[in-house]
């Protein structure tokens, strides 16, 4: 028997949307561990705000929102606004009653800008990895250190010379119609008017030149987290200076393995390496040029486990650029983009230990 299309324009139930998440959803182990950070968060998130005036937007809820656009790829604040205002899996993760009104998005992104002047991202990132540091899952002698390129949001076309000097005015100033053709252009002379700390700058030989940023991370290699990240100004040097400095920030008080692809083989990084007791697990050069990786490395057979596992990170840097928004960047600035960096590595390592702690029952 067919049933009835009824139209109902009204709608009162005695569920709370706790009811309505399944107890074996994704989000629930993610929630908890969420929450685990944010009980340890709460004394730093207090200095953020004064003592009396208007209540804002809670701090706990706002992280928990920005966590839910960079998990489900929500690629603005409006949309998720949006999506806050009618899902009620959403509702339920960030901490809202079926009733409680959904925050205005610029009031949002303004609440959002004290938490990047407190670096809470970057102590959020830490206490992510302290849980997974408690559970077992991090590695303390074996890493992977990489670099990939963050698209800026801004157009080449914004790439101007800095004196500003001999342009005439533009037919459209909305989409000027502008022909590089037979113009040498380069971050020395040109910057860029839209984003002026993103550089021009690209990968390889043969590829298109892009205005972005360059991230940078340091993975452990016994699961595959993150263990620290960097955004910084794309130069040639950046990815063997950040990866020198993201090294460093273990301590080098105990000997650790250090691998890499062949973009890092050079005598320079490969000897500051051992100067840091870091053994180089770097690729080598096999043509072109001589490798600073000899038979004392390459021997050992955890050269060749580092060679295998290295390629994790490049599932890492998949992950962020594909779901976490970090294939085209939506902030302006090294600041922001390298908060929002971290924060999506934060993401990154709530998903992967979610999965491993449920393979592990």
């Known amino acids: 028997m067919r049933g009835d299309d009824r139209q109902q ?23 908890s561990m969420v929450d685990a950070a944010l009980v340890e968060l709460s004394p730093r998130l207090e200095g953020l705000y004064a003592r009396v005036g208007r209540p804002s937007i809670a701090p706990e809820k706002l992280l928990r929102a920005l966590l839910l656009q960079v998990l489900y790829t929500v690629r603005s604040e ?15 993760f960030v901490g809202l009653s079926m009733d409680d009104a959904v925050w205005d998005p610029t009031v949002f992104t303004k609440n959002r800008e004290r938490l990047l002047a407190g670096e809470i991202a970057q ?13 077992g899952l991090l590695s303390d002698e074996h890493f992977t250190v990489d670099g990939t390129l963050i698209e800026a949001w801004a157009g080449v076309k914004s790439f101007k ?16 119609t502008v022909n590089f053709h037979g113009q040498k252009r380069s971050n020395k002379t040109h910057a860029s008017t839209t984003d002026p700390d993103s550089r021009l700058y690209r990968k ?21 987290l993150v263990q620290d990240s960097w955004v910084t100004q794309a130069t040639g040097f950046a990815e063997r200076e950040a990866a020198l400095t993201l090294v460093g920030s273990l301590g ?49 057979a955890g050269y060749a486990e580092s060679q295998r596992k290295r390629k994790r990170i490049e599932e890492v840097f998949g992950w962020l650029k594909t779901v976490g928004l970090m294939r085209k960047t939506r902030h302006r600035g090294v600041a ?22 449920a393979d592990t029952g």
Not at 123 to 135: K, P, S
Not at 161 to 170: E, I, L, Q, T, Y
Not at 259 to 286: E, I, S, Y
């Open 336 to 357: 922001r983009v390298g908060w929002m960096f971290t924060f999506a590595a934060a993401a990154y390592n709530l998903v992967r230990m979610r999965t491993l702690l």
């Open 9 to 31: 324009s009204g709608m009162f139930s005695y569920l709370s949307p706790e009811a309505r998440v399944p107890q074996d959803h994704p989000l629930r182990a993610i929630r």
């Open 123 to 135: 102590a959020f990132f830490e206490q992510v990895l302290a849980q997974g540091r408690e559970r």
């Open 252 to 300: 080098g008080a105990a000997r650790v393995t250090v691998g890499a692809d062949k973009g890092f083989d050079t005598r320079d990084f490969v000897h500051n390496l051992r100067q840091m007791n870091a053994t180089p697990h770097v690729a080598q050069h096999t043509t072109g040029r001589r490798s600073a990786i000899d038979g004392r490395t390459t021997r050992h």
């Open 204 to 224: 390889g030989h043969s590829r298109e030149a892009k205005l972005c940023y360059l991230g940078h991370l340091l993975m452990e290699n016994r699961h595959g």
């Open 78 to 92: 409006r949309l998720l606004m949006e999506e806050l205002d009618y899902n009620l899996l959403f509702r339920w």
């Open 161 to 176: 010379k800095k004196s500003g000097a001999g342009s005439p005015p533009p037919d459209d100033p909305g989409n000027p």
